[in-house]
């Protein structure tokens, strides 16, 4: 168990200082012009993290959950996903949940 923590601390600690590339200047900037985050997700991808839960035997690094828990932690805490993490509240309260009642699927979301 402590090799995990380690591996978490360690990984939550490179993925800090990429994304110290990445100011909140770069994301208001993309807010503003509605624009995706190319460079980000490109650094990213080169320093491997969005292979994180990718098995080995196919290019990736075969980590766990919990790595990759760790990873979007420290992405999230720099600000990347500040403005997604909105959208998505907002999505969420700009809808009702309804029960399925035919027992097909566990939820139904309806606009409300």
């Known amino acids: 168990m402590v090799e995990k923590a380690e591996l978490h601390q360690e990984l939550k600690s490179a993925v800090r200082e990429l994304c110290r590339s990445f100011p909140d200047v770069y994301w208001r900037e993309l807010d503003a012009k509605r624009g995706y985050p190319e460079e980000f ?23 766990g959950v919990g ?28 809808v009702g949940v309804q029960v399925d009642t ?11």
Request: glycine content about 10%; proline content about 3%; charged content about 15%.
């Open 41 to 63: 997700v490109q650094a990213l991808t080169k320093a491997g993290y969005m292979a994180t839960l990718i098995p080995e035997e196919y290019g990736g690094a075969g980590l």
């Open 67 to 94: 790595e990759a828990a760790a990873i979007l932690e420290m992405v999230h805490h720099s600000g990347a996903f500040r403005r997604l993490a909105e959208l998505v509240i907002h999505n969420i309260s700009a």
């Open 102 to 112: 035919d027992g097909l699927a566990p939820l139904r979301i309806q606009a409300s």
